[in-house]
T-cell receptor, first 109, second 112 residues
Framework: SQELEQSPQSLIVQEGKNLTINCTSS?????LYWYKQKYGEGLIFLMM?????EEKSHEKITAKLDEKKQQSSLHITASQPSHAGIYLC?????????FGTGTSLTVIP | SQTIHQWPATLVQPVGSPLSLECTVE??????LYWYRQAAGRGLQLLFY??????ISSEVPQNLSASRPQDRQFILSSKKLLLSDSGFYLC???????????FGDGTRLSIL
């Protein structure tokens, strides 16, 4: 079965610091999706990457997909308390959709 | 724009009681629909998905079932709940297999 490994599992950063979350697949991905979840709430779609080498940004969050389409990173610049939550990557390899186990982000004011 | 509604937000049920969770999507037609469970921790487990009315695929054998009586309605059911059914249930939709899924706000189910 397809597995998406996310690292780190949890992250605690001081407000204003930059951080990176990684998502790795053993197979080539058709599409890679990043979501954010606040505790007890649904997932909010952030970005979708489909092309090797693609990079997208939204406000202070940048996501990249490597050329082989097996690894993605999510980078937050100058983190704020509003960035806190659980970040999950999701991916499709065809007709199946998979999620990573998530990265819990805490931002200390 | 498309919206997804899921209810109830929280539910406390005794062991052995039935369950019905409902999810509806507005603003789109013939969506793919999904039910997930998120147990303690953060992993999402796909329970059921549907590509059309009456078409249900089950990913994990269990005492839960799903139905899609209308194009934009997806129902998760159980005849007799188990303690292990506790968790956070999420409904999602997508326009196709290769498009992002969009999630409802979830239902927190506690079994006593």
């Amino acid at each position: 079965s397809q597995e998406l490994e996310q690292s780190p599992q949890s992250l605690i950063v001081q407000e204003g610091k930059n951080l990176t979350i990684n998502c790795t697949s053993s197979k080539t991905l058709y599409g890679l999706y990043w979501y954010k979840q606040k505790y007890g709430e649904g997932l909010i779609f952030l970005m979708m990457l489909q092309k090797g080498g693609e990079e997208k940004s939204h406000e202070k969050i940048t996501a990249k997909l490597d050329e082989k389409k097996q690894q993605s990173s999510l980078h937050i610049t100058a983190s704020q308390p509003s960035h806190a939550g659980i970040y999950l990557c999701g991916a499709t390899t065809g007709n199946q959709f998979y999620f990573g186990t998530g990265t819990s982000l805490t931002v200390i004011p | 724009s498309q919206t997804i509604h899921q209810w109830p937000a929280t539910l406390v049920q005794p062991v052995g009681s039935p369950l019905s969770l409902e999810c509806t999507v507005e603003g789109t037609s013939n969506p793919n629909l999904y039910w997930y469970r998120q147990a303690a921790g953060r992993g999402l487990q796909l329970l059921f998905y549907s590509v059309g009315i009456g078409q249900i695929s089950s990913e994990v054998p269990q005492n839960l079932s799903a139905s899609r009586p209308q194009d934009r309605q997806f129902i998760l059911s159980s005849k007799k709940l188990l303690l292990s059914d506790s968790g956070f249930y999420l409904c999602a939709w997508s326009s196709s297999n290769h498009q992002p899924q969009h999630f409802g706000d979830g239902t927190r189910l506690s079994i006593l």
